[in-house]
């Protein structure tokens, strides 16, 4: 048996200002790997890809992995990355030879010229190869298009935000593959969305409606579905299918398909008042996190949630509104994460571990989209670590996956500990923090710039979450952006009932 295995991942934020470029498909801006390199990295980890690989070696199969790239969410896919990536992942499946191809995608890629990168890339593989059956993984995010499914022989997406079960919607979408190639089950498939933009803030799969709704898609298999997969979606995309969608294989049996489609379309409509994020202003969300009570002896963190700049979600991470006005309120024993600025790395950096400096930091990348503006922050402090920034995910969220911030600091400014980091990483794992010599266990107040993903890493132990409207392209208020070609009318953008 010989399997094609490939990867090609990235979340766009069309409001985002950060540039996709083909080096940012790789740790530390190396570009995509590829081959021995690709396998290596990947084979062990909880990622789509891994599951691929250990199904593949479980098999006996021969592995072909033509290229494996994943980027970080920013703004749309520079074309000659996107044509680098699909031609690499066409040329290898035109020299054919394959019993199955097995992808590791996101669903929701927009490139300069393209709504649905995946899509086009699934035509283009179904106009080389006609017959070799294509499993697809996609993130919950994913905005979903015609052209994913009438190309792919099956798909199912993560049923976890965090998503902490990418490994297991790879092994699915492979057993399933590997099962139709044996002939056992034929899959058919049935998807639909829903006008809705179910807000990020309100995806966490902790909380009502999406729990119930991932967990009515689980408990599909005892309904005769061999996947069912409900996406929330990523509003942050001014593109027409942006928004809620659902996929439901079955072993043949296109009406069950349908059926099932329908009832989790309508759970989820129904619940849409559920999916509306009720905003605070960011002075009040400071002044009630300061008046929480002391901290105990065992309590974790309480978490400041800069939910509008997470670099996860597209963000330029260098907005420094949220943290201004935590120094402005006189917060101590915090632990800010992080600051993206590479030249203000290199100032603290040349001035060595334990020199005091004065920095400007972050503000510095425009953000044209939104009408809302963050200026650099001037702090001064002790530069209390450097590092290199490299350090392994402890899971649950991409376990054992390498990570690389590029060159990074601690600053201490006595009340606050600033790390200031030089490549995007949201804080989803202990280990960004921890490499850095700080423990949020022993932190009063952690700021993380992230939305649901820190729950992965931090979730367990933090004693409170206080979520502080701040400035970025991942603004939790739609109004401050501009969709012009989202399908109208759309829920809760102008539909009633809001
Ligand atoms: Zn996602």
């Known amino acids: 048996m010989r399997l094609l295995i490939a990867m090609m991942k990235h979340e766009t934020n069309t409001f985002s200002p950060v540039p996709t470029p083909l080096g940012r498909f ?11 390199a690709a396998i290596a990295f990947y084979r062990g980890t909880g990622t789509a890809t891994g599951a691929y690989l250990d199904l593949a ?19 749309p896919v520079e074309e000659a990355a996107y044509r680098h990536m699909t031609d690499t992942i066409c040329e290898a499946i035109a020299r054919g030879g394959f019993d199955g191809i097995m992808l590791d995608l996101h669903g929701a890629m927009v490139t300069e010229s393209l709504e649905d990168g995946e899509g086009a890339l699934l035509k283009r593989i179904r106009s080389i190869d006609a017959k070799t059956p294509v499993a697809v993984a996609l993130d919950m995010h994913a905005n979903l298009y015609d052209d994913i499914i009438r190309n792919a022989t099956v798909v199912a997406g993560y049923r976890t935000y965090p998503h902490v079960d990418v490994y297991e919607t790879g092994k699915l979408a492979g057993e399933i593959l590997l099962r139709a190639m044996r002939g056992e089950v034929r899959p058919v498939m049935a998807w639909g969305n829903v006008p809705m933009l179910p807000h ?14 991932q967990a009515r898609c689980a408990a599909m298999s005892g309904d005769g579905a061999l996947a069912a997969s409900l996406f929330t979606g990523f509003p942050h995309a001014d593109i027409s299918n942006a928004g809620l969608s659902v996929v439901v294989v079955t072993d043949g049996d296109r009406s069950r398909a349908e059926r099932l489609r329908d009832e989790l379309l309508k759970q989820a409509w129904d619940d849409r008042e ?16 300061g008046a929480l ?20 979600s597209g963000g330029t991470m260098d907005t420094t509104v949220v943290l201004a006005e935590i120094l402005r309120q006189g917060l101590e024993d915090v632990a800010a994460f992080a600051i993206y600025d590479p030249a203000a790395v290199q100032q603290a950096i040349a001035a060595g571990i334990g020199a005091e400096v004065t920095l ?12 809302a503006e963050s200026p650099p922050l001037t702090v001064t402090g002790i530069v209390k670590t450097i590092s290199n920034g490299r350090y392994r995910n402890l899971g649950p969220m991409g376990r054992g996956v390498q990570m690389d911030m590029g060159p990074s600091v601690v600053l201490d400014t006595g009340k606050v500990e600033i790390a200031l980091i030089s490549r995007h990483q949201e804080p989803h794992d202990l280990n960004c923090l921890l490499s850095l010599g700080i423990d949020p266990m022993q932190k009063r107040y952690v700021m993380l710039k992230s939305r649901i993903h820190w729950r992965a890493g931090l979730g367990a132990v933090a004693k409170a979450v206080v979520e502080c409207a701040g400035v970025g392209v991942c603004t939790s208020d739609y109004s401050q952006l501009s969709f012009k070609k989202v399908r109208r009318p759309i829920f809760p953008l102008d539909l009633p009932n809001r």
């Open 26 to 36: 790789g740790r530390g801006g190396r570009g995509p790997l590829a081959g021995d």
């Open 57 to 75: 070696a479980a098999a006996g199969a021969e592995i072909v992995l033509p290229i494996a790239g994943e980027a970080p969410p920013s703004g």
């Open 200 to 213: 990020v803030m309100r995806q966490g799969t902790a909380d009502h409606p999406n729990k119930q709704l």
């Open 274 to 289: 559920a999916f509306v994020y009720q905003l605070e202003p960011l002075e009040k969300s400071v002044a009630r996190a």
């Open 293 to 312: 009570p002391p901290k105990q002896a065992g309590d974790g963190p309480i978490v400041l949630l800069d939910h509008y700049d997470n670099c996860a």
């Open 360 to 371: 400007s930091i972050g503000g510095k990348m425009a953000m044209p989209q939104i009408p």
